[in-house]
């Protein structure tokens, strides 16, 4: 069965500082791994995610994440933090074969601070 | 472009009380539909989804059931509200095909608070 876990329910970060966001993933077969951002009271936008190819993957407002098969992780990145990056973060996997059915992680809330 | 739509946006119910809770999905035909429930401070928990009319996969067993008359339209329900039925409810699409690979498009989402 797959999962997902992530590592700090809440990180806290300075404005202009590195973020960096956990994820580790387990799967059978090849993963698909997304990160989404959800703001407060509101739904879940995409910010990236990995199917094939380049494990280097780049997404949306700054943000990068590398899948590395042989930890398992696909941690997110961006390299100098800004006040409107102040949300919740999920890491999510899918099998392929069929219907798209994602398991999403219990999230991080990252707070970025002046 | 697609859009996907929520309503109502907020909802206080009681105890006991139905519920109904609506998606639609404009600018694309034959979408995977989904809706998850996110309770305070935890992830999001798959509850349904629908590959096309009328087929319904439940993932958990629970108080709510789920209908998709339409092909863009999806539909959250229960007869009778419990206390543990407070969340966020999400609705989502994807395209079909390609299976795993597809983008969930989320709705803007649903607070339901049971008293």
């Known amino acids: 069965a797959q999962s997902v876990t992530q590592l700090g329910s809440h990180v806290s970060v300075s404005e202009g500082a590195l973020v960096l966001l956990r994820c580790n993933y387990s799967s059978s077969v090849p993963p698909y791994l997304f990160w989404y951002v959800q703001y407060p009271n509101q739904g879940l936008q995409l910010l990236l995610k990995?199917?094939?190819?380049?494990?280097l993957v780049k997404g949306i407002n700054g943000f990068e994440a590398e899948f590395k098969k042989s930890e398992t992780s696909f941690h997110l990145t961006k390299p100098s933090a800004h006040m409107s990056d102040a949300a919740e973060y999920f890491c999510?996997?899918?099998?392929?074969?069929?219907?798209?059915?994602?398991?999403f992680g219990a999230g991080t809330r990252l707070a970025v601070h002046p | 472009s697609q859009t996907i739509h929520q309503w109502p946006a907020t909802l206080v119910q009681p105890v006991g009380s139905p519920l109904s809770l609506e998606c639609t999905v404009e600018?694309?035909?034959?979408?995977?539909l989904y809706w998850y429930r996110q309770a305070a401070g935890r992830g999001l928990q798959l509850l349904f989804y629908?590959?096309?009319?009328?087929?319904i996969s439940s993932e958990v067993p629970q108080n709510l059931s789920a209908s998709r008359p339409q092909d863009r339209q999806f539909i959250l329900s229960s007869k009778k509200l419990l206390l543990s039925d407070s969340g966020f409810y999400l609705c989502?699409?994807?395209?079909?095909?390609?299976?795993?690979?597809?983008?969930?498009?989320f709705g803007p989402g649903t607070r339901l608070l049971v008293l």
């Open positions: 600018g694309t035909s034959n979408p995977n």
């Open positions: 629908s590959v096309g009319i009328g087929q």
């Open positions: 999510a996997v899918s099998r392929s074969g069929g219907y798209n059915k994602l398991i």
């Open positions: 990995y199917t094939t190819g380049a494990t």
């Open positions: 989502a699409w994807s395209s079909l095909g390609q299976g795993g690979s597809e983008t969930q498009y």
